[in-house]
């Protein structure tokens, strides 16, 4: 598997849209991960922090498209208001049993994420969330 995937801040739906052809490049605030697939893990930490159904989420429309066809192309989706919420209210010792928990719940699929990867993973995509708070915008992920 070789996915890149970049979390970024934007100020809307358009403004991240425009980044579907190249990403988010320096114009935003963003993180840069690979390897792992966004869409399945954003509803994953959603489920393992806010307790919800993945089913449910999915069938909701999580994660939302803003840009792009999931049908191995570039795509740019939003992180859904309650798990921004979910990362931003929790505290350190919750994100990395959330990494935690998501390392474990890959390996049940035959897919292996270190742990300590995980837990970055999920605290910078968690401190980023805060940054996007504080500035009124939301989170995306642009993944190529």
């Known amino acids: ?3 890149i995937v970049k979390f970024f801040v934007a ?16 114009a935003f605030e963003s993180l840069s991960f690979g390897n792992f697939d ?3 893990a954003v509803v994953e930490w959603e489920c393992l922090l806010s307790g919800g159904s993945y089913e ?7 994660p939302r498209i803003v840009a792009g066809e ?8 939003a992180i859904s208001p ?13 994100l990395r049993d959330v ?20 837990s970055v993973i999920v605290r ?8 996007a708070r504080r500035q009124s915008q939301g989170v995306y992920c642009w993944v190529s």
Request: aromatic share 2%.
């Open 56 to 62: 449910e989420l999915v069938e909701g429309g999580e």
């Open 11 to 26: 100020p809307d739906d358009t403004s991240a849209a425009l980044t579907l052809p190249a990403g988010p490049g320096r």
């Open 82 to 94: 309650g798990l921004s919420t979910a990362l931003a209210d929790a505290e350190h010792p919750r």
């Open 124 to 131: 910078d995509l968690a401190a980023l969330v805060g940054s």
């Open 70 to 77: 999931d049908n191995g192309g570039c795509v740019v989706f």
């Open 1 to 3: 598997m070789s996915i």
């Open 38 to 40: 966004p869409e399945e």
């Open 99 to 118: 990494a935690a928990s998501w390392v474990q719940l890959r390996a049940e699929e035959g897919e292996i994420i270190d742990a300590e990867i995980a």
